[in-house]
T-cell receptor, first 116, second 111 residues
């Protein structure tokens, strides 16, 4: 089956620093990747949609200058949390839509970000 | 407007009892519907999905769901709960443009 990986799985950083999270589709090409944020015991909130080679589309209320998304290739998308603050602490999950497999998203295992 | 509603944020069942997790949706286009399971500190795992065709969908770990268009529902069931089923369950709707997640149902299995 299609596998999506995320790295790192858990990161702790100081307030004010930037953190990069990678999302990779390991055995398929992803035309579109999605970034979600999940607060404890809550559902997933879509942050942005990224298509390879183009700018990401951000959901209303998501600061695009704070959450930088780069979809450099068909197998890699990155989310950079710039100047992180404690309120950015959350579980970030990416998913990838496989080219040729309609309407199925494959989810990564998530990255837990803790900002001190 | 598109939406997914999961009735009951917490469901408790005894081990061996029937599991029923409710999901209703609203969609202006033919929906693709999914159930995902999430264990603590992990990502989402697909349990099953409905796209077209047979309305009764069987998934992994003994779960199944039935798409009922007249009721706009896609409830998840399992005949006999196991301790390992304790987790968070999410219903999701795909309209082709966007995924919509329900708020999740936390399933507790009582020994």
């Amino acid at each position: 089956g299609a596998v999506v990986s995320q790295h790192p799985s858990w990161v702790i950083c100081k307030s004010g620093t930037s953190v990069k999270i990678e999302c990779r589709s390991l055995d398929f090409q992803a035309t579109t990747m999605f970034w979600y944020r999940q607060f404890p015991k809550q559902s997933l909130m879509l942050m942005a949609t990224s298509n390879e080679g183009s700018k990401a589309t951000y959901e209303q209320g998501v600061e695009k200058d704070k959450f930088l998304i780069n979809h450099a290739s068909l197998t890699l998308s990155t989310l950079t949390v710039t100047s992180a603050h404690p309120e950015d602490s959350s579980f970030y999950i990416c998913s990838a839509e496989a080219r040729g497999i309609n309407n199925e998203q494959f989810f990564g295992p998530g990255t837990r970000l803790t900002v001190l | 407007a598109q939406s997914v509603t999961q009735l009951g944020s917490h469901v408790s069942v005894s081990e061996g009892a029937l599991v029923l997790l409710r999901c209703n949706y609203s969609s202006s286009v033919p929906p693709y519907l999914f159930w995902y399971v999430q264990y603590p500190n992990q990502g989402l795992q697909l349990l099953l999905k409905y796209t077209t065709g047979a309305t009764l969908v069987k998934g992994i770990n003994g779960f199944e769901a039935e798409f009922k268009k007249s009721e706009t529902s896609f409830h998840l069931t399992k005949p006999s709960a196991h301790m390992s089923d304790a987790a968070e369950y999410f219903c999701a709707l795909d309209t082709g443009n966007q995924f919509y997640f329900g708020t999740g149902t936390s399933l507790t299995v009582i020994p």
